[in-house]
């Protein structure tokens, strides 16, 4: 079976390359997810990329991952057996990670592991940025590598992938 790796962006991440350069560079979110899809690719496996500037998207998008949620294909039958899982999600949420409940139950609700990724150090940012909701349930954290941390986690991410399949 098709293995995959869901990465996800939430809240203006889609501004990657033109917001605050100073602070998240100028690599656009478009670089970032072609280089994940080839980095994925390489180890043999399927990355598929979301973005959105909405919290219930994203909870829908994470619900569709395990083929849960309102968008998800109906699953009878042979096909269903055949329909590829994601297995490990990778995901910036932006400014949800502060703030969204939301986000954490869907990722706890789903069980698919995930890796937290944040282009900045958000321990050494304004005191509301410390706190992650999503932090305590990781499978591993990255923050403050620039977008080279999209890198290091879907590394990762890759390499979970490939023990699932016993490689
Ligand atoms: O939107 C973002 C991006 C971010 O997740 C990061 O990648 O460094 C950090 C968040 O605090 C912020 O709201």
Known sequence: MTRRILLINGPNLNLLGRREPHIYGKTTLAEVEEQARSQA????????????????????????????????????????????????????????????????????????????VHVSNIHAREPFRNHSHL?????????????????AAVEFAARHVRAEDGK
């Open 41 to 116: 690719a390489s180890h043999g496996v399927e990355l598929e990329t979301f973005q959105s500037n909405h919290e219930g998207a994203i909870v829908d998008r994470i619900q569709e991952a395990a083929g849960w949620g309102p968008n998800a294909a109906p699953k009878d039958g042979a096909a269903a057996q055949e329909q590829p899982k994601v297995s490990v999600i990778v995901i910036n949420p932006g400014a949800l990670t502060h703030t969204s409940v939301a986000v954490r139950d869907a990722l706890l609700g789903v069980d698919i592991p995930f890796v937290e």
């Open 135 to 151: 932090s305590d349930k990781a499978a591993a954290v990255v923050c403050g590598m620039g977008v080279y941390g999209y890198t």
